[in-house]
């Protein structure tokens, strides 16, 4: 899936997690519930979750300049044309 380059697997997964949390959000927003994940897992540190946001925001930061500057997706740990 992205090769041997452990970064880019780590901002993957942080991008996925950020995904489905904002899915789950806007889910609960229209059911009338509070389905975020993140702030369930981590609410009762509000530091370790502000981390969690932050690192979610930089991954997807990093993927999208990946994608915008070369054209391209990380496929085997290297930044290839689409």
């Known amino acids: 899936m992205h090769g041997k380059n452990p970064l880019c697997l ?4 942080l ?4 995904a489905l949390n904002w899915g789950l959000v806007g889910l609960g ?3 009338g519930s509070d ?8 609410g009762a540190w509000p530091t370790v979750e502000a981390i969690v ?3 979610v925001g930089v991954a997807a930061v990093g993927k999208m300049a ?3 500057a070369k ?12």
């Open 66 to 68: 990946v994608i915008v």
């Open 10 to 13: 780590v901002a993957f997964v």
């Open 29 to 31: 927003m229209l059911i």
């Open 71 to 82: 054209g391209g997706c990380c496929k085997g740990g290297k930044c290839e044309k689409a």
């Open 35 to 42: 389905l975020n994940l993140v702030k369930a897992l981590f």
């Open 15 to 18: 991008v996925l997690v950020g």
């Open 53 to 55: 946001y932050l690192l």
